[in-house]
């Protein structure tokens, strides 16, 4: 910005608003020349910088994950060795640290890959309701039932069913869940038969499951069966430094789907979140 009414009030304001620099006329010419140089040497860097964030991006991208922490590192090659053999896994974690994608990158690493993968939300699940949803039932089993239904499993056999938030489930359930993971078959509300099914068992929860058993809300002997084996997830406050890598990420994904030409942010507005996170640890 150039401007023959300067002030450092209006040069700092400029600035806050955009402005890569401010001169105060009258301006030489080759004042004008050094600064532009100046302005293009550090346009350059940026795009060298995106275009080796980018890199990184691709790089330490895994299954939807994105990060470069010692942590999630580890949790990437913890994936990759369970994901052939596991039948139950449990992701512990805080609301929001990916148990999801976590879940999927299981189902996409191991043998059914190929199988569907069922999402149960066991928290938006009526009580009444869990045993139906989840094993299915018969014609006239309970009042409503008016034609047989395959739950859940079923609906996942040769595949994956993701159960999340198991914190929530019901201790009848519980039980019956037990069942099914003990004899690999399912029995629908209302029918004598049990129906023999291949299913592999992801939980997931932001409960402390071990606090719950004391409580008496959970069945510890379920408890040890999902957590054969265990993934917990660190929160993003404990790998700050996947911080970059992801405003990178959700750049990308965004810019993509809204149709923005938005190639990055500057680095004060990338560092601001840093900022915080050490104000607030």
């Known amino acids: 910005m150039i401007s023959g009414n300067y002030t450092p009030d209006s040069a700092v304001q400029a600035i806050r608003l955009g402005a890569a620099d401010y001169l105060p006329k009258p301006v030489s010419i080759e004042k004008l020349r050094t600064t532009i140089r100046k302005l293009a040497d550090s346009a350059r860097e940026r795009q060298n910088v995106l275009s080796y964030e980018k890199g990184l991006i691709s790089a330490f991208r895994f299954h939807g994950m994105v990060g470069r922490s010692p942590m999630m ?3 990437f090659a913890t994936l990759r060795r369970i994901a052939p053999h596991y039948r139950s896994a449990l992701i512990t974690g805080e609301t929001g640290t990916g148990k999801e994608l976590v879940a999927r990158a299981l189902h996409e690493l191991s043998p059914v890959a190929n199988g569907p993968f069922v999402v149960c939300n066991a928290s938006a699940i009526v009580e009444t309701l869990f045993e139906s949803e989840l094993f299915g039932h018969v014609k006239g089993a309970f009042t409503g039932a008016v034609s047989d239904r395959i739950g859940m499993f079923e609906a996942a056999n040769k595949g994956t069913i993701f159960l999340d938030e198991i914190g929530e489930m019901p201790l009848t359930t519980q039980a019956k869940l037990l069942r099914t993971l003990q004899n690999h078959e399912v029995q629908r509300v209302g029918s004598p038969i049990a129906k023999k099914i291949d299913v592999r068992v992801i939980a997931a929860t932001n409960r402390s499951l071990p606090t719950q058993i004391e409580s008496k809300l959970f069945r510890e002997d379920l408890y040890y069966r999902l957590s054969m084996v265990e993934v917990s997830l660190p929160s993003l406050r404990e790998r700050k ?24 942010i500057t680095r004060r507005a990338q560092a601001l979140p840093l900022s915080l996170a050490r104000q607030h640890p």
């Open 241 to 264: 430094e996947d911080l970059p890598l992801l405003q990178r990420h959700f750049i990308e994904s965004f810019a993509q789907q809204y149709g923005k030409p938005i190639r990055g």
């Open 73 to 75: 590192l580890d949790i």
